[in-house]
Nanobody, 126 residues
Framework: QVQLVESGGGLVEAGGSLRLSCAAS????????MGWFRQAPGKEREFVSK????????YYGDSVKGRFTMSRDNALNTVYLQMNSLKPEDTAVYYC???????????????????WGQGTQVTVPS
């Protein structure tokens, strides 16, 4: 069982930065790949990024590539999403997620993830 709790969302001006955190429960965190998704009102949940359990390789959606950076600290059971050069279209609820099994790197579909946090709101006014 994995429980996830996001934090760090808020209101930020266009061009600004925010860092989201996702704290995970359990002693097996280091063997789980992790992902970030977002969902804007009236839109489908969108893949943002993911990070492997093994070498920390990261992967990003096209809309955030070059602006967002995902990282993890296994000692703290936490993953982060550093968001720079924020745009109004980044406004959404951001969720962290984990796959159903250890040592498994999911793709970019939300259905491949099993554990979800409650989400944290990020708002970038236009």
């Amino acid at each position: 069982q994995v429980q996830l709790v996001e934090s760090g969302g808020g209101l930020v001006e266009a061009g600004g930065s925010l860092r989201l955190s996702c704290a995970a429960s359990g002693r097996t965190f280091s063997s789980y790949a992790m992902g970030w998704f977002r969902q804007a009102p009236g839109k489908e949940r969108e893949f943002v990024s993911k990070i492997s359990w093994s070498d920390g390789s990261t992967y990003y959606g096209d809309s955030v590539k070059g602006r967002f950076t995902m990282s993890r600290d296994n000692a703290l059971n936490t993953v982060y999403l550093q968001m720079n050069s924020l745009k109004p279209e980044d406004t959404a609820v951001y969720y962290c997620a984990a796959p159903p099994a250890r040592w498994y790197l999911p793709g970019q579909e939300s259905g491949e993830y099993f554990y979800w946090g409650q989400g944290t709101q990020v708002t970038v006014p236009s």
